[in-house]
């Protein structure tokens, strides 16, 4: 079934990099939005900049606060119920990227709390308020499935969400139910990870959101998309 405007999204983590840059998106065509983020400021400055007339929701907040993942749902059902719940928010921990056994374990859990327990907790809150067909998009990364030096807090945690999500996939037959590895993109959370060096050859955000656009609005099945290669995957229809 495709999505066709005009329809609703959750994005969490929305004040920039990739939230933003598929909130624009999705602005220009039509969307209305529910955008979050854990900086007021930011968000408001990010909910000005989109889609002149664009019908746009910004409420500041924590996603590990259960009050505000509430919240979230009171306006998600305010506006008649949602077609996609995006699940961007995430935290990278500390930086430099310490070795596993030299990361903290209240940072560990702290990461867990934001990258893994938090997404789920936004769909337990909306659970009641997604329309027939929605679809749930978990941002991940290549990090949960390589093991890569340095990155053992994050990508395990990312690991965890996508272990959650594909049990989602298991019991929310009718949803369409994702995970979406967007790549590497010149973002403050990439730089963080790599203090001190040019990420220039990076891609912008935006690289990344013609794939999220078909997984919102294309018939794709549930399953683990790499966002960037997108185009091959829509050709052959193969996650």
């Known amino acids: 079934m495709t999505i066709l405007a005009p329809s609703t999204a959750l994005i969490t983590g929305a004040s920039r990099g990739l939230g933003l840059a598929l909130a624009q998106a999705l602005a220009e065509r039509g969307w209305t939005l529910i955008l979050d983020a854990r900086g007021a400021d930011a968000l408001e400055a990010a909910r000005a900049a989109l889609a002149p007339g664009a019908r746009i929701h910004a409420l500041a907040g924590d996603v590990r606060d259960p009050a505000h993942r509430a919240a979230l749902a009171r306006l998600a059902h305010q506006v008649g119920g949602l077609d996609a719940v995006v699940n961007n928010a995430s935290d990278l921990g500390p930086s430099p990227l310490p070795a596993l056994l030299d990361t903290p374990?209240?940072?560990?859990?702290?990461?867990?709390?934001?990258?893994?327990?938090?997404?789920?907790?936004?769909?337990?809150?909306?659970?009641?308020?997604?329309?027939?067909?929605?679809?749930?998009?978990?941002?991940?990364?290549?990090?949960?499935?390589?093991?890569?030096?340095?990155?053992?807090?994050?990508?395990?945690?990312?690991?965890?969400?996508?272990?959650?999500?594909?049990?989602?996939?298991?019991?929310?037959?009718q949803y369409r139910v994702y995970t979406v590895d967007p790549g590497d993109m010149r973002t403050q959370m990439h730089q963080a990870a790599f203090p001190g060096e040019d990420i220039s050859d990076r891609p912008l955000p935006e690289a990344s959101v013609p794939g999220l656009l078909a997984l919102l609005t294309g018939d794709l099945p549930s399953g683990r998309y790499r966002a960037q290669a997108m185009p091959a995957a829509v050709g052959g229809g193969t996650p």
């Open 105 to 173: 374990l209240d940072a560990l859990a702290d990461l867990y709390a934001v990258n893994a327990v938090a997404p789920l907790g936004i769909l337990q809150a909306v659970r009641d308020d997604l329309r027939p067909g929605a679809r749930i998009l978990n941002v991940t990364s290549d990090a949960a499935v390589e093991p890569y030096e340095g990155w053992g807090g994050y990508g395990s945690s990312k690991a965890a969400l996508e272990q959650l999500t594909s049990i989602l996939k298991a019991e929310l037959p």
